[in-house]
């Protein structure tokens, strides 16, 4: 099966799994879990933080560093298309008590910088008060779009005028630095915390890890712990996060490459079109033409009888992202795919 649904499908190499396998341990509740340790330092100085904590998974990240960042009753602002509001299970309203302050998501992922301006509560006895600022980067919903560091800048700047917290969703921030062709330190450096996921693109089989000032993180270290995430001897998935930023964060640029190449022949199908003519990262997402008589979900079977696996993201779109384990001639076989399931 050639499997696209998500970059979240990729299984750990035979060598990651020898990593693994001689991973150094200790009991990380108890902060004595060297290869835990290691991962938090490289990941902090990867993203020029002062601190790093590692997470079993990206919805515990952010929900750990928006409980943390937050109080009860308080607003966050965030998009509509944001993955917080969208899929982690309204967990900041049912765990935290948070509203979130929903603005529309621009077609680049962004937010307007006004509509955030006058999203700010003031201090009035009516109003709930605004605690944080959370951005998206790469914006999954909006086809993987790469926000910008200028734009994250001038957010960053919103936020200190106002003293408002500032997060940010960087399940796949390494995707955006890559794209951008810019230090990922230099994308995330306005933001007081950034989550990444090391079990995406990066090809880890589980966490992800907050990064932020060592107060921040010494306060949600204990977050986490409340939220059931302390773990014991957790080195050994530790270690196959340091294997994936050393090994595999260079190659997520080949995944861009494969993902341009994978639109420029769908794109050339009828009945095709695509979200983005050119890729803005890992993902293709891509729309069925009305007049086609197959919808999402019957094309996929069709698909899947071909051995090819896709994401259905509404009745006539798809989403398709690249990861480490599609080939170039995988991406041939999934254009080919399609052809005859359309013809
Ligand atoms: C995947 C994802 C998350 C959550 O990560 P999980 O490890 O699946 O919980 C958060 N934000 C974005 C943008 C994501 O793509």
Redo the contacts with the bound molecule.
Sequence with gaps: MIDLR?D?VTKPSPEMREVIAKAAVGDDVYGEDPSVNLLEEESARLLGKEAGLFI???????LAAMLTHCERGSEIILGDK???FL??VGGIAALGGIQAHILPNQQDGTLGLEDIRKAIRMDDIHDPPTRLITL?N????CGGVALTGEYTRQVGEIAKERQLKFHL????IFNAAAALKVNPAELVEPADSV?F?L??GLGAPV??VLCGEAAFIKRTRKTRKMLGGGMRQAGMIAAAGLYALEKNLPLLIQDHQRAADLARGLGGIEGLTLEHEKPPTNMVYINLARELLLNAEETAIKLKDKGVLVGITGERQFRMVVHIWINDQDVEKVIQAFKDVLS
């Design positions: 998500s979240t079993p998974s990206g919805t515990m990240g952010n944001a993955h917080t899929y982690e998206e790469t914006h999954n919903r969703d960087g399940a796949r989550m996921c079990s995406k966490g992800s």
